[in-house]
């Protein structure tokens, strides 16, 4: 069946603008999971949707970074005002609900690159 | 919120087995001990999960010791399509802010 799905695979922008990054998770999981992956680095763990709701948004990096989900399945992450620094691989991660005991399944990644 | 330390890396040859060891001294009662692989440009893929003791599945073996404390995923006869960064991940009950550290990059040379 369908993976996770992220668009775009590749965004190019330049610093100051901002960026909408898009994850489409499995059908059916609730559990949906933002990450970043710096070069040559580990996961850094951003934020995570239960449904809908987001109950800890204090992964986020900065004010500059917001995420939503509607309708339990969708989610965006939106990066106002880029910066060189927010240059990464974005990682969204769905799994059958929130729970350690679930495997959390991956997109590809979205390559991030502020210039 | 449990640490892990392991090897940043490891080189092996085709058919050996490796073993990465992942020590993680202040584990909580309820975490769980999962492993994750991460091949170049692609997103991680979960290997193998355990609480204690052993766990063996198509792919790997696990291999918990009584204090938890430590955990030894293990790859019988590796292949150069091994070759990938292994992610060794503490999941706590409640435990949002998952943390896979900097994981072990593992090399099989033919």
């Known amino acids: 069946g369908a993976g996770v799905s992220q668009s775009p695979s590749n965004k190019v922008t330049e610093k100051g603008k901002d960026v909408e990054l898009r994850c489409d998770p499995i059908?059916?999981?609730?559990?949906l999971y933002w990450y970043r992956q710096s070069l040559g680095q580990g996961l850094e763990f951003l934020i995570y949707?239960?449904?809908?709701?987001?109950?800890?948004k204090s992964g986020l990096p900065s004010d500059r970074f917001s995420a939503e989900r509607t309708g339990g399945s969708v989610s965006t992450l939106t990066i106002q005002r880029t910066q060189q620094e927010d240059s990464a691989v974005y990682l969204c991660?769905?799994?059958?609900?929130?729970?350690?005991?679930?495997?959390?399944?991956f997109g590809p990644g979205t390559r991030l690159t502020v210039t | 919120l449990a640490k892990t330390t392991q090897p940043i890396s490891m080189d092996s040859y085709e058919g050996q087995e490796v073993n990465i060891t992942c020590s993680h001294n202040?584990?909580?009662?309820?975490?769980?001990i999962t492993w994750y692989q991460q091949f170049p440009s692609q997103g991680p893929r979960f290997i193998i999960q355990?609480?204690?003791t052993k766990v063996t599945n198509e792919v790997a073996s696990l291999f918990i010791p009584a204090d938890r404390k430590s955990s030894t995923l293990s790859l019988p006869r590796v292949s150069l399509s091994d070759t990938a960064v292994y992610y060794c991940?503490?999941?706590?009950?409640?435990?949002?802010?998952?943390?896979f550290g900097a994981g072990t990059t593992v090399t099989v040379r033919a």
């Open positions: 991660a769905s799994s059958l609900a929130y729970d350690r005991t679930y495997e959390q399944y």
């Open positions: 059908s059916g999981h609730t559990a």
């Open positions: 949707f239960q449904g809908n709701s987001a109950p800890d």
């Open positions: 202040n584990i909580a009662t309820n975490d769980y």
């Open positions: 355990g609480y204690k």
């Open positions: 991940l503490v999941e706590g009950s409640g435990d949002y802010k998952l943390s």
